[in-house]
T-cell receptor, first 112, second 116 residues
């Protein structure tokens, strides 16, 4: 079945550091790929998505490129802020009804 | 903005009680979902519904049931709550994607359930 593997956290960075959170996936079809973010005490919000190979999703300074050859969708940001501290989930949707398969989440902690 | 509203943010229930978690969305979405979130396990799909009165099991349906009598409302039911159902429950909704899997799913803020 489908699965998503993302790097374990927590990832601890200083403000303005470069961020990479790795995500790889296994799917039988041609999935769409997503990054969701969860701030403390809140539900999940869509951060960005890509629906086909070589697409780049971007939002709020975050980027991720759909790499079919490496089955990856790594999240990057050039300069993180304290307000980026949250849990980040990589997910895929493969087929009908938009059901999502999630990775286990990566906590990001950014210190001033 | 899409609004997915979960009626209870925090609940404490006793073992064996019947528990109802209610969810309402205001965007006329066809699809609705219930996920469970646990530390180290991420989010796991319990049930989803693609139309009124229709439901499909997700990855972990055991111990749960659902009800969708109206398009905007999707309820998760724990028939007899147990301590291993202590968790964060997230409701979500989306438009019908058909064969296209790229539709965004919108989440509620979550319901923290503690079973004692």
């Amino acid at each position: 079945g489908d699965s998503v593997t993302q790097m374990e956290g927590p990832v601890t960075l200083s403000e303005e550091a470069f961020l990479t959170i790795n995500c790889t996936y296994t799917a039988t079809g041609y999935p769409s790929l997503f990054w969701y973010v969860q701030y403390p005490g809140e539900g999940l919000q869509l951060l960005l998505k890509a629906t086909k190979a070589d697409d780049k999703g971007s939002n709020k300074g975050f980027e991720a490129t759909y790499r079919k050859e490496t089955t990856s969708f790594h999240l990057e940001k050039g300069s993180v802020q304290v307000s980026d501290s949250a849990v980040y989930f990589c997910a895929l949707s493969d087929g009908g009804y938009s059901t999502l398969t999630f990775g286990k989440g990566t906590m990001l902690l950014v210190s001033p | 903005d899409v609004k997915v509203t979960q009626s209870s943010r925090y609940l404490v229930k006793r073992t064996g009680e019947k528990v109802f978690l209610e969810c309402v969305q205001d965007m006329d979405h066809e699809n609705m979902f219930w996920y469970r979130q646990d530390p180290g396990l991420g989010l796991r799909l319990i049930y989803f519904s693609y139309d009124v009165k229709m439901k499909e099991k997700g990855d972990i349906p055991e111990g749960y049931s659902v009800s969708r009598e109206k398009k905007e409302r999707f309820s998760l039911i724990l028939e007899s709550a147990s301590t291993n159902q202590t968790s964060m429950y997230l409701c979500a909704s989306s438009f019908d994607a058909g064969e296209h899997s790229g539709n965004t799913i919108y989440f509620g803020e979550g319901s923290w359930l503690t079973v004692v």
